[in-house]
């Protein structure tokens, strides 16, 4: 496998159920994003993990629950969503935790669908 | 409030004419510039960036193209292909700080 790949490519859940999306980065890169892209707004971005720390939070709600085991897997955690939490969600990693890390290499995205 | 805008969601071009899609953003900040495309059911692929230093950069058929005055930001894309078909996305950032990404411009190349 190479660049970033995400699991699963597409999940259907209910509002009370509990998943997990899960990404892994094969480029030796030392930061992880997660992106959420609903349709017709940008990309917002939701967590920055840099070197396996958590370094940005961006006022996401707690039933978004992201983990960073090492520089190479990222998850995040998901429980009694809402149906507007439909969107995709999309796994980044770039060498630094910020522009100065470069461009970011982006997963396939994940396609969440709240029940 | 958005950053970083698109305000044009789609645009038609003839194969082997100019594509110009258009980025504008308000962040006086902001000091580094990237496009992405998106084909569908991929995720976004870096394309091309720029400084603030800079006013153009180049690649291949790619032109990237930066007016700090009026915090505007260009990609040419000559000719145009029909592999060029996709949504390019602009993004923006500033020094220690995150990205800020635009809503995306749909190209279609017309054979």
């Known amino acids: 496998e190479t660049g970033v790949t995400q699991t699963p490519r597409h999940l259907v859940m209910g509002m009370t159920n509990k998943k997990s999306l899960k990404c892994e980065q094969h480029l030796g890169h030392n930061a992880m994003y997660w992106y959420k892209q609903s349709a017709k707004k940008p990309l917002e971005l939701m967590f920055v993990y840099n070197f396996k720390e958590q370094t940005e939070n961006n006022s996401v709600p707690s039933r978004f629950s992201p983990e960073c085991p090492n520089s190479s897997h990222l998850f995040l955690h998901l429980h009694t969503l809402q149906p507007e939490d439909s969107a995709l969600y999309l796994c980044?990693?770039?060498?630094?935790?910020?522009?100065?890390?470069?461009?970011?290499?982006f997963g396939p995205g994940t396609r969440l669908t709240v029940t | 409030d958005q950053q970083v805008k698109q305000n044009s969601p789609s645009l038609s071009v003839q194969e082997g004419r100019i594509s110009i899609l258009n980025c504008d953003y308000t962040n006086s900040m902001f000091d580094y510039f990237l496009w992405y495309k998106k084909y569908p059911a991929e995720g976004p692929t870096f394309l091309i960036s720029i400084s603030s230093i800079k006013d153009k950069n180049e690649d291949g058929r790619f032109t990237v193209f930066l007016n700090k005055s009026a915090k505007h930001l260009s990609l040419h894309i000559v000719p145009s292909q029909p592999g060029d078909s996709a949504v390019y996305f602009c993004a923006a950032a500033h020094t220690g700080n995150q990205f800020y990404f635009g809503t995306g411009t749909s190209l279609t190349v017309i054979p």
């Open positions: 980044a990693s770039s060498q630094g935790a910020d522009r100065r890390g470069g461009e970011q290499y």
